[in-house]
């Protein structure tokens, strides 16, 4: 039986996998993931909801009320060692992607807070990238759209990179309470993909009293939805596990809390 808090996405054509507030039962976070073959074009509509476009892969040209941001994106797999190209867009936009060359755009949206904010191109070269954990919890970031970021309402954007035979998210964290400076609530996606992509990995999401307790096997380009809880993911051996987080919550603020039980792992002589 899939888990309810597993979205799986379809092997072939345009989408390949929607989460929107609707489905996940929240508020805040929307999640898409589509495929564009050269000349295709996915026509957006803002609303009352910022958008972050992701250039997962492929090359496309981003056109936002008539101005046309060419040639965006240059990486062939997530799994290149590249920041990925990126735009942001306030609310009541209309955007047009036209893919270059074949292209897999992840977009990301969240509430506008109501302020006046520009379009901006985030340029890769700018993304901060840094290195997370150790020996076999070590895992590779790259801040997209991070929360000391000023640009977004309410949008976090992050990609993170885990070997084969690691973990990730780990030690167990969680941010569902909004108790800064504890703690602050952010709903989370995870927008999976393997390498070779015939890979899975697993992620669990449980809560302290086990209210939530799920345990899903992931394959390429599934989604997992957070809403609350701990999330940690294990990717298997011989299969890399990179992911796509979009955050969102009542403040940008990305404050976490490990589970008390395992955070005794941190300590320096359990290896830093």
């Known amino acids: 039986m899939v888990s309810p808090l597993l979205a799986k996405a379809a092997p072939t054509g345009r989408e390949i996998v929607n989460v929107t507030p609707e489905r996940a039962g929240w508020t805040h976070v929307g999640f898409r993931a589509v495929r564009l073959e050269v000349d295709a074009i996915e026509t957006i509509a803002t609303g009352a909801r910022e958008l972050c476009v992701v250039v997962l892969t492929g090359t496309v040209d981003i056109t936002i009320d008539g101005t046309t941001y060419a040639s965006l994106g240059e990486r062939d797999s997530v799994f290149d060692e590249k920041s990925p190209a990126a735009v942001y867009v306030p609310a009541g936009k209309t955007v047009a992607v036209r893919a270059v060359r074949n292209a ?144 969102a919550g009542p403040q940008r603020l990305w404050v976490f809390r490990n589970d008390p039980a395992h955070e005794w792992m941190l300590a320096p002589a359990a290896g830093g």
């Open 104 to 247: 897999e755009v992840g977009l990301c949206t969240a509430p506008d807070d109501g302020k006046e904010r520009a379009v901006r191109v985030i340029d890769p070269v700018a993304m901060r990238r840094s290195v997370r954990g150790q020996g076999t919890n070590t895992r590779y970031v790259c801040d997209i759209l991070p929360h000391d970021d000023p640009t977004a309402a309410h949008l976090l954007v992050v990609e993170v990179v885990t070997p084969a035979s690691h973990s990730s998210s780990y030690p167990p964290h969680k941010h569902d309470v909004e108790q800064p400076p504890v703690e602050t609530l952010l709903e989370e996606t995870y927008y999976h993909r393997l390498n070779p992509p015939q890979g899975f990995a697993f992620q669990r999401v449980y809560t302290d009293d086990r209210s939530i307790d799920e345990a899903c096997a992931v394959e390429n380009h599934d989604v997992v939805m957070v809403p609350r809880g701990y999330h940690p993911v294990v990717a298997p051996h011989g299969y890399d596990s990179y992911y796509l987080n979009v955050m």
